[in-house]
Structure formats: C-alpha cells, structure tokens
C-alpha cells in the first residue's frame, strides 16, 4: 500500500482545517514496527486537537489520534512481528508523531504493547486512553492504601470516558462509588455502571471552604480547578485523590489546608509517558476487572467519516462513554 486514507490537520495563516487525504506511505515518520490500523477512539484530547480548541497538536501537518489497534505488517524491532495484535497510548503520537486515525501508522516499538488476551481490538479501543487512565488512578489509589474497606470514592465527570470506565472499575472492585455529573439525565446509566449515588456536578462547581466536611476516602476528577478544590477539601484525613483531567481548567484554586492538616494526597496521573512495566500491568488488569458488558453498554461505534463531528461533540460535553472508530 503505496498510500493510504488518513485524516490530516494542516495550519495555515487562517488558522488549522481538517481533510481526509490519501497519505504517503514514504511520508511517514520514523519508527522500527508499521501496523495497520483497524480500530480508533475519540478521546477529550483529541477533540481538543481537531477542534483547535487547545494547542495539542505541535508539528503540522499531523494526522491526529492518539490511540490505535492493529496488526503490525512489518518490524524491525525483536519485541514484535508481523501478524501480531497490538496496542498504543499516548506517546505524543497524534500530537507530535502521526496519530491513530489513519489506515496505516509506523511508531518505534517502545510505544506499543501487545492486545491483552481477552481484548479484541475493538475492545481495546472501546477503552481507550480514557480507561486505561481510569485504570492508571485506580492503581494509583491502591497503592496509597485506598481500599473499598476505607469508605466511598467520587468519580467527577462520570458520565465522561475517564469516568465511566472508573465508576465501571471501582464498582467491580467492591468499591461505594458516588458519580458526579452535570447531566442529570445520565443518572441512570451511571447507576447501571455500578453508581451507588449520583451527586449533581452543581455541589461541586462553586468555590468553598479550604476544609469542609470529611467525606471522601478517595476520589478520581478528569475536570479538574473548583471542584477539585472542593473534592480536596472533602476528603478525609489520610486520603488521596488521582487526577487526570481538566475539563473544568487547568487552574485548582485550593490551599495547602487539606495536606497539612489531614495528610491528603493528590496522585498526578500521566497516562502519555507511563512505563512499558506498567502500561502491560494496566492493561492486564483491564482485560480482567473492567466488567466486558458494561464496556459494551458504555461503548458507541463510528465509522472514519463520523470522527470530526464527534471530536466536536466531546468538547461540548455532549459525548457520553465511550467512542470506537472503525478506520
């Protein structure tokens, strides 16, 4: 395959534009293992980055997506072969190296993981940067000692990606988990996932106190400034809280109150450049605590055509779950 369909954004001095193109295989970008994709996602960033509404994209033309599925057609790399089942996150790919929605992507291995037994490709990508990262902070709690022994957990946003695989997880894992949303309509899914409450997104939007009252063993926010700040202040002594997101901003207008004085923690998530050791462990633990039904009740698929809309659709907020393309 000489050339093959891809989505390109190109810059001029009037600003990006969005086009699908026929790319060039010799255009592609150095890597040592080619893989042909057969399956994409939509997440928040790369709405962010087909919209333009942030600067996510730093080197043009690019073909976004920052996630993809596929087999690799061909490797020079000893950590993989043609034929094999693979997966990637992050990396800059689809920011600063060529993305995922494109029929063809070349990476260097150190990018890609091989499928998890138990995912197909369409699984995989139902999941996506938003639950793998979802997975990401669950770890992380874990490991600060947050148990479903030590109380109830908050996911903010829920009825997001990140936060729908995160009720779906923790739910599974035997954890109370109360969902935060804006969009009341969505209650009962969220429940469906695994909710044990729904607390409107209106509780925690405005500014409050730098301590409140205790009611959080942990938490997990992908929006980040205010309500952060108040999920910080609820938290109770020796808690934690993993963020990952800013869909709110990327301001957390709080004081130093919760940590000194109840020990709290805040467990930066970055799910771009996270280690190969625990990318794997992530993806293992996906391919056997996140419940196949409720991804499946979470996940909508689109076809390649589909993918401007719906990155439009994402930063508005009106995209619920999660989003397969099929390239």
Known sequence: ??????????????????????????????????????HSTVNYKDGLA??????????????????FAGEVIASDSAEFAPGDKVVLNGWGVGETHLGGYAEIARVPAEYLVPLPEGLTPAESMAVGTAGYTAM????????????PASGPVIVTGAAGGVGSVAVALLAKLGYEVVASTGREEEAVYLRDLGAARILPREELRHPGKPLQKEIWAGGIDSVGSVPLANVLAQTKSGGAVAACGLAAGMDLPASVAPFILRG???????????????????????SEDLDPEKLKAMTRTIGFGDIVDTATSIVEGKVRGRVVVEI
């Open 136 to 147: 990401l902070c669950v770890m992380a709690l874990e490991r600060h000692g947050v148990l």
């Open 50 to 67: 087909i919209t333009g509404k942030s600067p996510v994209v730093r080197r043009f033309p690019m073909i976004p997506g920052i996630d």
């Open 264 to 286: 709290v923690s805040l467990l930066g998530i970055n799910s771009v450049t996270v280690p190969k050791p625990l990318r794997i462990e992530a993806w293992r633990r996906l």
């Open 1 to 38: 395959m000489s050339t093959f369909k891809a989505l390109r954004i190109d810059k001029g001095d009037a600003g990006q534009t969005v086009s699908t193109v026929d790319f060039d295989e010799a255009d592609l970008m150095p890597g040592d293992v080619t893989v042909r994709v057969s």
